[in-house]
């Protein structure tokens, strides 16, 4: 099936796009259910969001179907990918396919592991985890590392390339959230749970 939308470049980018705007969804869908349900059981500090991406925080905690600064990065990506492919040899352009969708086809995954988490401890779960937003990011890293080293494995034993490309997805995902968790405010070494966290990551903006 990709070796066939290897030569529809359109396709390609209304996938792509539409794998952006699942994701995108998906976090909505769950920051809902963190509101409604969860928020009781988790809370992350500083700033208390499920959203990794800095950008982002704003648009998830209102919930925002429409975000401009979503909606430019899906439609730049979408567009890129497939042009991407007029400038990568042959023989690999089904590796870097799969590379460019497994990056999404991971984080959703997470995402409906996440939701359907949430919504099966609507009942059975008791008292509160508050965890630092650095600890949470290098958790999923840590997840997505074992994901990658799994996929390494099917890879080389079915020396597929589509296995390939997603492996070398997972590899990145893994990094790219120890990076972001790089940038986040470190855990001091006399860390206290906080008495309050910021509810609206824009908040502290409207206030200056």
């Known amino acids: ?6 030569n529809h470049p359109v396709s ?36 208390n ?3 990794g991406n800095p950008a982002f925080y704003e648009a ?17 990506i979408g567009v890129a990918v497939p042009l ?23 984080v959703i995954t997470q995402h409906l592991s996440n939701l359907l988490g949430y919504r099966i401890s ?18 999923q890293s840590a997840r997505y590392l074992s994901l990658a080293v799994f ?3 099917l890879s080389v034993l079915s020396e597929s390339q589509v296995l390939y490309g997603v492996t070398v997805a997972g590899f990145t995902s893994s990094l790219r959230l120890f990076v972001l968790s790089r940038k986040i405010t470190p855990v001091e070494k006399d860390d206290i749970p906080p008495i309050e966290t910021v509810t609206d990551p824009g908040s502290s903006d409207k206030e200056d």
């Open 12 to 47: 390609i980018a209304l996938v792509t796009m539409l794998l952006m705007w699942c994701d995108y969804l998906l976090t909505l869908a769950q920051e809902k259910e963190r509101k409604k349900y969860y928020s009781k059981h988790y809370q992350s500090y500083p700033v």
């Open 151 to 153: 996929l390494l494995v």
């Open 60 to 76: 998830v905690e209102r919930l925002k179907l429409f975000s401009p600064r979503h909606t430019a990065a899906m439609l730049i």
């Open 122 to 139: 609507r009942k059975g779960v008791h008292g509160k985890l508050l965890m630092h937003q650095r600890t949470g990011l290098m958790i």
């Open 84 to 106: 991407s492919l007029f400038y990568i040899p042959e023989s690999l352009r089904l590796v870097f396919l799969a590379y460019a969708w497994g990056l999404f086809l991971i």
């Open 1 to 6: 099936m990709l070796n066939t939308l290897l």
């Open 49 to 51: 969001t499920i959203e």
